[in-house]
């Protein structure tokens, strides 16, 4: 059976269906990511603050993010260490919760953490480790039912502060958050972690809609209990 090319009329109609689809796709692609980040940005407001003006909480909750090889921390992971330690030394938390990417043994962010804490100055028994923080919202859910937070300062840049305070306090945590920007000067990392938030944000909310738990829960420790009370 020889094959009869579609007439000018029908491939026409092929095309006009197939733009039409693309532009459908578009715009729910798009009012998705406006939706997430509306909802992530209306529940975090009124809840972010100066490292100066926030309430006070027990413990701060540190996110992790990229180490070295070398095991030092990147330049944003250590302006996080050092809002935590702020808000420790001026009395604004009484421990620190660092919660951070420890999947393989050789890669370890919560102890890359810990040392650059104790380096400055931070007791080593005021500073607790959630070695399976491997994400904003595991991070959030962990230690919740994991470590028993009912209350906390997140620490992070602040183009992730709303999505990170939104998850906290939907999963049981009340918190407020304060932001760094001193690494705003690396501009193209910083573009990248802005844009990259649009997705994060749709991420989200399918989270919290589907209640995942976090990829390892485990039991109840006490680590932030005796550090808040240590």
Request: glycine letters at 10%; proline letters at 5%; a positive charge.
């Amino acid at each position: 059976m020889r094959f009869r090319p579609p007439s000018k009329a029908g491939l026409r109609r092929w095309i006009i269906w197939g733009v039409r689809l693309a532009a459908a796709g578009a715009v729910a692609v798009t009012a998705t990511v406006a939706g997430s980040v509306v909802w992530v940005r209306t529940a975090a407001s009124g809840h972010i603050f100066s490292a100066e003006e926030v309430p006070p909480a027990p413990v701060a909750l540190v996110l992790g993010a990229r180490v070295y090889e070398d095991g030092t921390p990147s330049a944003f992971l250590a302006a996080r260490l050092d809002v935590a330690r702020q808000l420790l030394e001026t009395g604004k938390v009484r421990a620190i919760l660092v919660s951070g990417d420890h999947m393989n043994w050789d890669y370890n962010e919560p102890g890359a953490m810990l040392r650059y804490l104790t380096a400055a100055g931070v007791p080593s028994e005021k500073v607790v480790l959630d070695h399976a923080g491997f994400d904003t919202y595991d991070s959030c859910a962990r230690a919740h039912r994991v470590f028993g937070v009912r209350q906390a300062i997140v620490v992070t840049q602040t183009f992730h502060l709303p999505r990170a305070v939104t998850l906290c306090r939907r999963l049981g945590v009340d918190a407020t958050g304060v932001g760094d920007e001193t690494v705003k000067r690396f501009e193209r990392p910083w573009r990248f972690g802005s844009t990259r938030e649009l997705g994060a944000c749709v991420k989200a909310a399918l989270d919290v809609i589907s209640g995942r738990d976090p990829v390892h829960l485990g039991r109840r420790e006490t680590g932030v209990d005796e550090a808040v009370n240590a």
